[in-house]
């Protein structure tokens, strides 16, 4: 059976081939993971942070996700490096999706997933440290309640795959 390849655009393809800041940080200042590893869409956000001007000197990423996931975060890591946290915070899955040159839409949630490991880890630097600049939102945003959903989702199938694994195991014993 053949399958049609997805309609990426060259720009998506070339960051795939060649993703920047690729790996994990040891160094980071604050970390945090969206997804979920039992479907294999996961992703690690590691930020590097000056924490006298709260200016974002690196960030690295770690995925599982697909070629969509790989370079929306690719792309995120390179515009939010040495730009302030709230500046980070503001780029949206919509802006990236853009500078992307689009995805498919069953693609757009491997951007959101990347967006929502980022704030992810804002959210957890600032309570950490017992502060919440003004700027930043009381509830979740979009792209956070997204990663949240998902791994709900994840959770959901992960229980069914199980029951019906112990199903079959009765049924063969
Ligand atoms: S990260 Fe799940 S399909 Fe792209």
């Not at 949206?92 to 959101?112: D, N, Q």
């Not at 990347?114 to 804002?122: K, Q």
């Amino acid at each position: 059976m053949s399958r049609t390849p997805l309609p990426y655009s060259s720009k998506v393809l070339e960051l795939f081939r060649n993703p920047k800041n690729l790996g994990k940080m040891e160094d980071a200042t604050v970390y945090a993971v969206a997804g979920n590893p039992a479907c294999g869409d996961m992703i690690t956000f590691y930020l590097k942070i000056n924490e006298e001007t709260e200016v974002i000197e690196k960030a690295t990423f770690e995925s599982y996700g697909c070629a969509a996931n790989i370079a929306t975060s690719s792309l995120l890591t390179e515009i939010i490096k040495n730009k302030p946290i709230k500046e980070a915070w503001q780029v949206s899955w919509k802006k990236l999706t853009e500078e992307l040159g689009g995805l498919p839409t069953i693609k757009f949630h491997c951007g959101i997933l990347a967006v929502g490991a980022l704030r992810r880890a804002i959210r957890l630097y600032y309570k950490r440290k017992g502060e919440k600049p003004e700027w930043l939102p009381e509830d979740l945003t979009f792209e956070e309640k997204q990663a949240l959903e998902e791994e709900e989702l994840a959770k959901v199938l992960a229980k069914r795959i199980g029951e019906k694994a112990k199903k079959e195991e009765k049924k063969n014993v």
